[in-house]
Structures are given as C-alpha cells and as structure tokens.
C-alpha cells in the first residue's frame, strides 16, 4: 500500500473531529501495523470496494468514545450504550466517505459501519496486506486510524 | 432486510463448507439478532456495497477454525496463527463472494475480509439494521452465520 493513500483519511479524521465535536485530532506516529491488537475497546470497522479493496478501523479509548458520541447527540453519555455504538460507526463512515472522495482512480464505495467492542480485541487484516497505522492525540484522550488496502499490481509500461 | 436475502448465504455457506473442507453444515436456527454477542472467538467481517450496503459476519469457535484451517492448508494445525485467520478471512470471502452473484439486483462487490479474535468480542450492526443469525452443526462444533443489510426503500408504485 502506499503511504499517500493514508493522507486522505487522516485529513478526513481531522476534519470529522473539528467539524462533527469541535475537538482537534493532533497526528501522532505513522506506523505500519506490526500486531494486531487493537490498542482500544471500540473499533469502527468499515470496507471499501471498487478498483481495489480496502478497510478502515478507527479505534477509540472508552473515554474518547463517550466523549465523542456526548458531544454528537448532545447530551451527555457515561456508558456504552446503543447510542454511543451508532456515534462510533458513524463517525467511521464519515471519515470513509469523505477519504474516498479523494481517491477517485480507485472508484470507492463503501459498505456498512460495524463496531467491534471487547478489552483485547484484535482486528487482523489478510497477511499480503500491510495497514498502515496512525495514532493521534485529542484533548480526550487517544485514537487509532487503520488503512489496508489490497496490493494493487502496478502497472506495467509498454 | 428481508428474509429471503439470507438464503443464497446459507446456500454458499454449505457449499463452501462442503467442497473446500468435506464437512457438512447442517443448519440450525435462524433468529433476528437479538443481542451483539459474537458466541464464538473467531469472527471473519466482510463488508458488500453497491445499491444497498451489508456486513457478513461468520463466526467460529477455536476448534472449527483449526478443522477448517488444517482442511485447507492440509496440514494439521493446533494454534490460532496468521495461516489460520488468513483462511478464516477466505472462507468468509468465499461466502459473501459466492451469494453476491445471486442477489444481481443490489450489483454487490466485496471488500477485504477482516478476522476479528478475543474472548468476548462484540460485532455491533447500525441500529436500524436487524441482521439475521443463522446457527450450523457441524462435526466439528458449531459456527454462526450473520449478515445485515442496511434497509432499503421500498420502490413506490405509481
């Protein structure tokens, strides 16, 4: 996967923050994902299908989930509950569906927002695929951004 | 989601579970999920977009994982590894992959299979979207089937 690919979503993550809850999303380390495990309880876990495919998992303590979903159905939540799961997921979706946008060549579409919630859940990708990992700071507490994408060939010149 | 949706994925589960691993699926239950438990430690995710847009979730206990996986690899295997996620990922996209060609009219593609691991770990669907659960037997122990579709409007009649 190559890493411009990530830059579209951690602009969108960014952007969802400031705009949907008013909270700056501060980019932290780059990494490609050397283990599996989810280093949060709630994961939104969302696909992408077109001229490749790929997922998105954004991963969340239970404190920036709860803050993040009080903020979005504007009062205020102290537990996980069906509410905050629909924030998760939709926020998800948002950070998605305004990354693809930027990637017109691959013609994106994306599917359903699920959340994965569970202490040491660990979300694998397929071992040809690398995700990339970004962490970010926000003044609630951390996050976790995923991006795999499956190999796409490259193209062969004549 | 309607309920006839679900069929072409039993019907692609059976048949994958018969050709690739010779190990009959026998179906049990089928129940509106009720609540978002996964029974089982293993859980391949897999997302379906195109005129609607859906999840398949097909969950395992640790023994059928190592069956299936020592079945495909064909060669014994008594650990949770990356061989064996890999060919829960498969067997999952084989699934969703199979039953997209018989629901033509929602022109579904498939996204990247993700293998979901841990005790305990919930798969959560948007709240407007009931999916449904099917049960199987098989030799091995049990597995679960899950697959939600968000809803789509019904077409409106002059």
Redesign the interface.
Known sequence: MRVEYINPFVTSLKNAFKTMLACEARRGEIALKEN?CAKHYVSG??????RT???V?LSFSEAVALKAASTMLMTETTAIN??V??AV??LTNMVAGAAKSELEEFEL???????????????????N?VPISISFETDWGPLTLEV???PVPEPVCA
């Not at 876990?45 to 077109?50: D, E, P, R």
């Not at 579409?109 to 071992?127: A, C, D, K």
């Open positions: 599996n876990v969302i696909g992408l299908s077109g495919v790929g997922t998992v069906e509410d799961l629909d997921g939709e579409q994306v599917s359903l927002p699920n959340v994965v919630t569970g202490h040491n859940h660990e979300i694998h990708f397929p071992s695929v795999g994408f499956a």
